[in-house]
């Protein structure tokens, strides 16, 4: 049974930084990607990063792009979102996933496994 847990989550002043932290267990070497996904009260859930797990190659939604960085623990299962130059509209439940189709497609959105979310609440 795959499981993913997020933590790291909590409130944080505008342009503040935060980790956010993705334990895996189960299958976790059957994964191909993981990824960061949002959801912000009233809207859909959106993509934010993604990283292969073989190859540590990332790709990364336009809006975070060069504040955010995504990596993996290999040894550990676990994946991480290093999070800086806060702004209000990151406010969100953000949520861990991972595939396992092959060959990886870091852009493609689809996921076979879903975290519960963990809450992230920036201030002006």
């Known amino acids: 049974q795959v499981q993913l847990v997020e933590s790291g989550g909590g409130l944080v002043q505008a342009g503040g930084s935060l980790r956010l932290s993705c334990a895996a267990s189960g299958l976790p070497f059957s994964f191909s990607k993981m990824g960061w996904f949002r959801q912000a009260p009233g809207n859909e859930r959106e993509f934010v990063a993604a990283i292969s797990w073989s190859s540590s190659n990332t790709y990364y939604a336009d809006s975070v792009k060069g504040r955010f960085t995504i990596s993996r623990d290999g040894a550990e299962n676990t994946v991480y979102l290093q999070m800086s130059s806060l702004k209000p509209e990151d406010t969100a439940v953000y949520y861990c996933?991972?595939?396992?189709?092959?060959?990886?497609?870091?852009?493609?959105?689809?996921?076979?496994?879903w975290g519960r979310g963990t809450q992230v609440t920036v201030s002006s």
């Open positions: 996933a991972a595939d396992r189709r092959r060959p990886v497609q870091l852009a493609a959105t689809i996921y076979d496994y």
